[in-house]
C-alpha cells in the first residue's frame, strides 16, 4: 500500500511529496463597495489557520495564495469575490502517538495510516466550511473544497462511472495519464535541450510501471482552473505528459502515487504542485486514427496518378506496337554500282 504521508522517488533525482490541498472560496456577506485587499486577507488567514483549533503547519508563506476576481465589476451578488490555494506539507504528524481523534498507540501500520489522514482531512475541511473574516470592517464567508484532481478515491469514481455509463455491456478501464504543469527542463537532456525529451519522460514514468506509449510536449495551457491567473503562466517552461500503461494495475498503482503530491527535484528548492488526470478523450487513439486517415488520404491521392501512369503506359505502348504494324516497310532499292568508264 502506497504511504499517503512518505515521500516517493523517482528517477533523474526526483522525488514525489505527499501534501494537501485546498481551494478557498471567498464570498462578500455585507454590500460594501471597499477594493479586496488580498494581502490583508492573507495574513489574517494564515493568523486563524495556525492557531487553535486547527494548529496547521504552514512555515511558507507561499503555501497560501489569495487572488481577487479579475472581472469584479461584472460579477453577480451571489458570485465569489476571490480565490486562494491551501497547501499543507507537513504531514509527519500523522505518525505521532496519542492523536486526539485516533487510536493512542502508535502505529506504522499504513492502513492506520491512510485512516489517519482521511479523518484528519475531513475534519479539516469541515472546520473550514463556514468561516467568517471580518478584515478593515469588510465581511468574507469562507468555504473550502478539496480538488477533484487530489481525491483518489473521487477520480476512481469517476472514471468507473465514465465506462459504465459510456460502454454498455463493454468491460473497458483507463489506461492513461496526464500529468501537466511540470519544470520542462527536468524532463530534458541535460546540456542538450531545455524541451522535454521522450527519453527521459520514459525513464522517469517507468518507475511507475511498465509504459506501453508515450508522449510529452510544452503545456501553454494552465491556469484553466478557477482562481488561477494565466497571465502568470510563461510558455514553454512548463511540460505535459500523456503516459499509457500495458495494464489496468499498472495505471492504478502510478495514478494513485502520483495523486495529491508535489514534485521536487534534487539540489532544488522548488515543489512543483502538478495536476494529474486521467485520459478520458482516448488521445493515443486518436493519434492513430488521425494518422490512418492522413495515410489513407495520401493513399487515395498517390494512386491516381500511380494507376494513370500503370494504366496509360501499356496503353502507349500497344498504340506504338500498332501503328508500327501498319506502317508499311520502306521499299528495299537495289544498289547498283557504277565503274568509272562503263557506260
Not at 453577480?76 to 500523522?94: M, Q, S
Not at 468561516?131 to 480538488?147: R, S, Y
Request: proline residues 6%.
Amino acid at each position: 500500500m502506497i504511504s499517503p504521508i512518505d515521500p516517493r522517488d523517482l528517477s533523474n533525482g526526483l522525488t514525489l511529496f505527499p501534501r494537501l490541498k485546498l481551494v478557498l472560496i471567498f464570498h462578500r456577506s455585507d454590500p460594501a463597495v471597499k477594493p479586496i485587499d488580498e494581502w490583508q486577507i492573507k495574513l489574517s488567514l494564515l493568523s486563524f489557520l495556525r492557531s487553535s483549533p486547527l494548529c496547521l503547519s504552514i512555515p511558507d508563506e507561499n503555501d497560501l495564495s489569495i487572488k481577487k476576481r479579475p472581472d469584479l465589476h461584472k460579477r453577480k451578488i451571489e458570485d465569489p469575490v476571490a480565490f486562494g490555494n491551501l497547501y499543507v506539507r507537513d504531514l509527519g504528524f500523522l505518525r505521532k502517538k496519542r492523536m486526539r481523534v485516533w487510536v493512542e498507540e502508535e502505529s506504522n501500520d499504513e492502513e492506520m495510516i491512510l485512516k489517519r489522514f482521511l479523518e484528519w482531512r475531513e475534519d479539516v475541511l469541515r472546520q473550514l466550511g463556514g468561516v467568517e473574516l471580518n478584515i478593515q470592517g469588510v465581511g468574507f464567508d469562507m468555504t473550502a473544497e478539496l480538488p477533484k484532481e487530489e481525491d483518489f478515491e473521487g477520480m476512481k469514481r469517476s472514471w468507473e462511472d465514465f465506462y459504465r455509463n459510456s460502454l454498455r455491456g463493454v468491460t473497458r478501464r483507463p489506461d492513461t495519464i496526464i500529468v501537466k504543469g511540470v519544470p520542462s527542463r527536468w524532463f530534458a537532456e541535460p546540456r542538450v535541450s531545455s524541451k522535454p525529451s521522450m527519453l527521459v519522460t520514459h525513464t522517469i514514468f517507468s518507475v511507475l510501471g511498465k509504459i506501453r506509449k508515450l508522449n510529452v510536449a510544452e503545456d501553454d495551457d494552465l491556469g484553466t482552473n478557477s482562481g488561477e491567473n494565466k497571465g502568470d503562466i510563461v510558455s514553454g517552461l512548463t511540460c505535459k505528459a500523456w503516459v499509457q500503461f500495458e495494464s489496468y494495475d499498472d495505471f492504478y498503482n502510478a495514478f494513485k502515487a502520483l495523486c495529491g503530491c508535489s514534485m521536487q527535484k534534487e539540489g532544488s528548492r522548488l515543489k512543483v504542485d502538478y495536476e494529474v488526470s486521467w485520459d478520458r478523450d482516448g488521445f493515443f487513439e486518436n493519434q492513430r486514427s488521425s494518422t490512418r486517415s492522413h495515410i489513407q488520404e495520401r493513399a487515395v491521392r498517390l494512386p491516381v496518378s500511380s494507376r494513370y501512369t500503370r494504366d496509360e503506359a501499356p496503353r502507349h505502348q500497344s498504340q506504338t506496337i500498332h501503328s508500327v504494324a501498319d506502317v508499311p516497310w520502306p521499299k528495299r532499292f537495289r544498289v547498283t554500282s557504277q565503274v568509272h568508264g562503263e557506260p
